[in-house]
């Protein structure tokens, strides 16, 4: 959810914060209840747009989970784990941007995590990475004949 579709300086009714964000009243009524803060206490209830904006971030940050070197983000565990050891490859893509995959060591899942293949050395130091080249991107194709037999 883009906390940036909320413009600083207008204000906002429980009906419209859910029509920008494409949700339920009752879900705006549970940011509420969850501290985002109204203007007033009387009806209808009113948002600033500034504070909306805070109010969403601040619940985006707070759900982020960065990887510290070394970890890989476990989609089953939820969180930055260990890699199991001999599992980690990294997917190169356009100019040496790309995907470390490999399992989790807690839970056998599958982790992933963006890098470039510069910074391979300071994330997985210590620990093998197998690289191999993905299939290209269809924009960094050749386009196809439009000469038919």
Not at 31 to 52: V, Y
Not at 109 to 118: G, K, T
Request: aromatic share 6%.
């Amino acid at each position: 959810m883009n906390p940036g579709l909320a413009k600083l300086n207008r204000s906002y009714t429980v009906d419209e914060v859910a029509t920008l964000y494409g949700l339920h009243r009752n879900t705006v009524r549970a940011w509420f209840k969850a501290g985002l803060p109204a203007i007033d206490d009387h009806r209808p209830m009113m948002f600033q747009g500034r504070a909306l904006r805070a109010f969403l971030q601040a619940r985006r940050d707070g759900a982020k989970r960065p990887c510290q070197p070394g970890a890989l983000y476990c989609c089953k565990c939820r969180a930055p784990r260990e890699p199991a050891s001999g599992s980690v490859v990294f997917e190169a893509r356009i100019a040496g941007a790309g995907t470390l995959r490999a399992l989790c060591a807690t839970c056998g899942c599958r982790m992933f995590r963006r890098a470039s293949e510069a910074s391979l050395p300071d994330i997985m130091f210590g620990t093998p990475v197998r690289i191999v080249r993905g299939a290209p991107h269809i924009e960094e194709r050749q386009p196809p004949s439009v000469i038919c037999a």
